[in-house]
């Protein structure tokens, strides 16, 4: 089965402007978690959604929101870059959150440069 | 707070050495302890994981057990190939439903 697909693969933005990162989780997964991975700051939590709602937030600020749709399909937006955004952003499913205990499934990453 | 430590790279080896790669962490309690991948261009896999105390997760000839005296689950290979040239990131369930990672360890394996 299809495994956790993000698009775009890569994306270059200018500084100022907003960006939309798309997730399409393992089907029947309903659990999605977002991550930004930098060289500075390591690996780091966004958010998780599980039915359509935010059940958990990292310590980001507020230009990141996300939400989910029906069908578990998750976005993410950052609003306003800024050059420290430049990142990889990873997704991950997982069935449910219990589930998540032993372990997601991430995707390949959207690799996101800020100029 | 929630953290893992694990052991700076890049580790260099020659194609059939042994690998140790080590991680501690601290955490509330007993969470679940992964290890996972990532090659180059990349998102992460999970290689293996641990739920409980004492548990040893496998896969792909990588082994690390679940030492709650020593909150430590190291990650160990008895004989490497170069297509195990990746990073390597120890992690553990943290508070709130995330992971908390460490900060990877590059794998260099040469012929």
């Known amino acids: 089965k299809a495994g956790v697909t993000q698009t775009p693969r890569y994306l270059i933005k200018t500084r100022g402007q907003q960006v939309t990162l798309s997730c399409s989780p393992i089907?029947?997964?309903?659990?999605v978690s977002w991550y930004q991975q930098t060289p500075g700051q390591g690996l780091q939590f966004l958010f998780e959604?599980?039915?359509?709602?935010?059940?958990n937030k990292g310590n980001f600020p507020g230009r990141f929101s996300g939400r989910q749709f029906s069908n578990s399909r998750s976005e993410m937006n950052v609003s306003t870059l800024e050059l420290g955004d430049s990142a990889l952003y990873l997704c991950?499913?997982?069935?449910?959150?219990?589930?998540?205990?032993?372990?997601?499934?991430f995707g390949s990453g959207t690799r996101l440069t800020v100029v | 707070g929630d953290s893992v430590t694990q052991m700076e790279g890049p580790v260099t080896l020659s194609e059939e050495a042994f690998l140790t790669i080590n991680c501690t962490y601290t955490?509330?309690?007993?969470?679940?302890l992964f290890w996972y991948v990532q090659y180059p261009g990349e998102g992460l896999q999970l290689l293996l994981k641990?739920?409980?105390?004492?548990d040893k997760g496998s896969n792909k000839g990588f082994e690390a057990t679940y030492r709650k005296e020593t909150t430590s689950f190291h990650l160990e290979k008895g004989s490497v190939q170069v297509s195990d040239s990746a990073v390597y990131f120890c992690?553990?369930?943290?508070?709130?439903?995330?992971?908390?990672f460490g900060t990877g360890t590059r794998l260099l394996v040469s012929p």
């Open positions: 991950a499913s997982s069935l449910t959150r219990r589930e998540q205990n032993y372990g997601y499934t």
């Open positions: 089907s029947g997964h309903r659990s």
């Open positions: 959604y599980f039915s359509e709602t935010q059940r």
């Open positions: 955490a509330t309690g007993y969470p679940s």
């Open positions: 641990a739920t409980k105390a004492d």
């Open positions: 992690a553990h369930w943290g508070g709130f439903q995330k992971l908390v």
